[in-house]
């Protein structure tokens, strides 16, 4: 399994800069971390580490190119329980990212539902956020079947990261072959579930995994928030049975993984050193 990057190494830089940084360090792959729909003021002027959708990929990929890292796979991380509109970043910005995967040769695209940030979407009850979660998806997932690409499902939110509503959405979904699931180590546990049994039940649709783990200060937020950016601890360091996880995962073939970590070289290279340890080849 690879283990790459998550491309926030340092803050206020661009994709290259990111990029330079982790050729540095001697990694060879990365997510694609940040997307955005049109222009980005910040992107343009180098302080964003963030690609737009509306961008040539082959661009994109000679970009990469020149510093020889491979893109794993590429985020599209939305808000899928609040309403649609134009500016919210849904349904059309995740088959933009599907298009430019299959440009660039890359399999996964990642995404995820987020928390609800209208009252709308705060008063849905668990199956009705289940529902309209499928409902957005289920154009990019009939897209990324005619493209040959796969929609990841990222635990990062209050059904995804529960068994339950994992389940939930596969089903309605009728278990597309192009759709899958991105597990989060860090998510998962501060969902309030454990990422061990997500693991066991849904391994077979396992394609990438976001590594993090974190400390004793994050059990006061267990279950009362959804979702850590990235872990400023190396793989080990904390309280998530992330051994569990490896044991279970070590010989599933899933090609890539991603460290969600934001450190320094030796925390990074510590973390992937911990992984190989607990058997991740």
Known sequence: MNIGLFLLIKPFASVEEQLKASKEMGFTCADITDTNAG?????????????????????IKRLFDKYGIRISTICAHANLLDPSKPSRYSTSEIM??????????????????????????????????????????????????DYGVRV???????????????????????NSPSLGMNLDTGNTWLGGTNPVDVAKRFKDKIHHIHWKDLSEDWIPRRGKQYGAGFS????????????????????????????????????LKKSVGYLRSCGIK
Not at 235 to 244: L, Q, T
């Open 39 to 59: 222009g980005s003021m910040l992107g343009t002027a180098g302080f964003s580490p963030t690609i737009s959708l509306d961008d040539n990929p082959f661009d």
């Open 152 to 174: 990841l499902i990222e635990n990062h939110g209050p059904v995804t990261d529960t068994v339950e509503g994992l389940a939930g959405i596969f089903e309605l979904l009728d």
């Open 232 to 267: 400023t601890i190396a793989m080990g360091d904390g309280i998530i049975d992330i051994k569990g996880v490896c044991e279970v995962l070590k010989d599933q073939d899933i090609k890539n993984s991603t460290l969600e970590i934001i450190g320094d070289e030796e925390m």
């Open 96 to 145: 933009k990212a599907i298009k430019i995967a299959a440009a660039l040769g890359v399999k996964d695209v990642i995404t995820t539902e987020n928390e609800p940030s209208t009252e709308w979407g705060k008063k849905l009850d668990f199956n009705q956020r289940t529902f309209v979660i499928a409902e957005k998806l289920y154009e990019p997932v009939k897209m990324a079947a």
